[in-house]
């Protein structure tokens, strides 16, 4: 079965930086569009980035264009997002997820928390 | 970028009504619409694609509808379990995705 599992997450102070990781299994994971997707406590979703399969594009909200950076590593199934300059509304529980064919979101993993806080 | 526009904020409803929520979009998306829910602690899960079919193993009581800027999520007869938070959201445009501020559906 699909399993999406996030790691990085963290307490980081303001102006600081963090590295999330998501390791993806049970699907062609170089074979999909990856999406991170974030979740401030008692929020709704926001769309953070997505990379292509092959990682030749990359999209950013404007939230966190210039301060965050997506990549992936195919031969790992491993999706990464760099995260620099964090700030007090970057907290959030961030999931990594495919993008389905049609483009919704079928599998999610269970969330990484980031906490920017000095 | 689409803006997606959700109401209510809180849907009250007592086990066994019907719920009706709504989804808009700042501009049209044809048909380009999926639903989630979401519980306290957990991820989201798709329920709807394609405005209006159910994705796999989701129950016959959540039904979809609508088409361009108009949305609604009808389930038909809440069960305990469907007290959650909805989201809708648009994929015409992807990226970016974008999502609606959420329906919160409580127990009256």
């Known amino acids: 079965q699909v399993q999406l599992v996030e790691s990085g997450g963290g307490v980081v102070q303001p102006g600081g930086s963090l590295r999330l990781s998501c390791v993806g299994s049970?699907?062609?994971?170089?074979?999909?569009?990856m999406h991170w997707v974030r979740q401030a406590p008692g929020k709704g979703l926001e769309w953070v980035a997505f990379?292509?399969?092959?990682?030749?594009?990359?999209y950013f909200a404007d939230s966190v264009k210039g301060r965050f950076t997506i990549s992936r590593d195919n031969s790992r199934s491993t999706l990464y997002l760099q995260m620099i300059s964090l700030r007090t509304e970057d907290t959030a529980v961030y999931y990594c997820?495919?993008?389905?064919?049609?483009?919704?979101?079928?599998?999610w993993g269970q969330g990484t928390l980031v906490t920017v806080s000095s | 970028e689409i803006e997606m526009t959700q109401s209510p904020v809180t849907l009250s409803v007592s086990p066994g009504e019907r719920a009706t929520l709504s989804c808009r979009a700042s501009q049209s998306i044809s048909n380009n619409l999926a639903w989630y829910q979401q519980k306290p602690g957990q991820a989201p899960r798709l329920l709807i694609y394609g405005a209006s079919t159910r994705a796999t193993g989701i129950p016959v009581r959540f039904s979809g509808s609508g088409s361009g800027t108009e949305f609604t999520l009808t389930i038909s007869s809440l069960q305990s379990e469907d007290f959650a938070v909805y989201y809708c959201q648009q994929y015409n445009n992807r990226p970016p995705l974008s999502f609606g501020g959420g329906t919160k559906v409580e127990i009256k």
């Open positions: 049970g699907f062609a994971f170089s074979s999909y569009g």
């Open positions: 997820a495919p993008m389905a064919a049609v483009g919704t979101i079928d599998f």
């Open positions: 990379i292509r399969y092959d990682g030749s594009s990359k």
